[in-house]
């Protein structure tokens, strides 16, 4: 049995036995599914856990214009439905990924918590993941360098940028990564300063293959002559692309091409050259925004929705294709659509808490109302809390019901752990002079009603 996270292939092979025709389309399906993840256990809360609920659609088209509409409709119905959750998200474009397709937006509510990380302006709109995010190109300082003798240093068994960093006692940033990798059909090098990070996902958006993985350990040895750890660029036949952080470098360390060995005092120009300077590695706080030149900052956030344009990736190969007006043959075009459910509740339990527990709104509350009797042996409390509780039911409210006979202390402590919206109170004030205590779990406010009646009112006044 194959437990599949997402469904474009079977949905599509679906469609394709099922359109023929231009008439069909546009065709729009969806699915609301339990999904099973490889975790060992469940991480973050209910952020990431084995079983979970997704929705999932997919749209079908005859042609670009049509998808886009159907993207806009989505787009659109998404912030919606977030916004009526009343969470506090980003929209922000992404790398399709192994879903494919050229265009994606991603959905994240914004949480300490998050494992997803996103970029954001200070002053203007760009806003994007952290995998995809651009930065401003350093402006580099023009000044005469003076270039030190290039040397051979023995550096036995020592291969990580810390140790080599130690070994040498120069900063991790006096080092420069070469990386090889098989980009598509062929090699490249990429190049950092020691103490960044190479973004993969921009390297290969910017060589624009679409396959892009780290060379084996044999195929390094074949094209540097040495080990892992010990490459550098110095005589490499391959391309060799470099950040743009490292024009500033100057009499730096690297590796030599020869297991054991390292290069110090290299550089560009002299020693070898580059052949192109690209934005290549991750994004870090405060890097210049690539629109307005600004502070970047860099949130953690969660991923509650992502949507694609996946074009024909799927239809081409699953032979999912109509005939148009003319009787010709075309592939369809598709979109998919995905909203994760238990994350839109993982996400607004993260943003709205306190240190009783959680605190709902009225959209997403699995209660509208609590109704907490003091002390269920008087008889009247207990006729009283009956009557509200069918007045609300006979008009439509959500309610629980505390009737346990336990102390008022925990039950008020329970109704805050779960964060129902509205505790109904029936006590001494009833008793006293006939009144019932309406409370906010948000604000703490009370008020003291006379009857059922009052609390409907009340609540839609306020």
Known sequence: MALGPTHEEVITWLVAG??????????????????FRDEPRPRFGVIRTCEFIMKDAYSFHTDWDSLEEAYRKMYSAYVRIFERSGLNFLIVEADPGVMGGNVSHEFMALSQYGEDKVVVCSKCDYRTSLEIAERKPP???IRKKTFKEIKEVHTPEI??????????????????????????????????????????????????????????????????????????????????????DVKKMSN?????????????????????????FADIRYLQQGDACPKCGCELEIKNAIEIGHIFKLGTKYSQPL????????????????????????????SYIEQNYDDKGIIWNRELTPFQFVIIPINMSDE???????????????????????????????????????????????????????????????????????????????????
């Open 18 to 35: 099922e359109v023929r025709s231009y008439r069909q389309l546009p065709l729009i399906l969806y699915q609301i599914q339990t999904k």
């Open 139 to 141: 402006e580099i300082e």
């Open 159 to 244: 291969s990580s940028v810390e140790d080599v960093s130690r070994f040498l006692n120069v900063p991790p940033q006096q080092l420069l990564k070469t990386i090889i990798y098989k980009a598509g059909d062929k090699f490249i090098a990429a190049l950092v300063p020691g103490d960044k990070e190479i973004n993969e996902v921009k390297l290969r958006r910017h060589l624009g293959v679409k396959e892009l993985r780290m060379a084996e350990p044999y195929e390094i040895r074949e094209i540097t002559g040495g080990e892992v750890g010990f490459s550098g660029p110095l005589g490499l036949t391959i391309m060799k692309i470099a950040d743009y």
């Open 252 to 276: 730096f360390v690297t590796g030599a091409n020869k297991t054991n060995y390292h290069l110090i005092n290299v550089n560009i120009g002299r020693d070898f050259e580059i052949d192109e």
């Open 319 to 346: 032979n999912a294709i109509f005939l148009d007006e003319e009787g010709k043959e075309h592939p369809v075009i598709m979109g998919c659509y995905g909203i994760g459910v238990n994350r839109i509740i993982a």
């Open 380 to 462: 009247r409390i207990k006729t009283k809390a009956e009557e509200i509780y069918q007045f609300l039911m006979e008009n439509g409210c959500e309610v629980l019901y505390d009737d346990r006979d336990l102390r008022a202390g925990i039950k008020f402590n329970d109704a805050e752990l779960i964060g129902i919206p509205e505790q109904i109170i029936i006590g001494d004030k009833y008793l006293k002079e006939g009144k019932i205590e309406l409370k906010s779990r948000r604000t703490r406010e009370s008020r003291l009603l006379s009857g059922s009646e009052d609390i409907l009112t009340s609540l839609s006044a306020g």
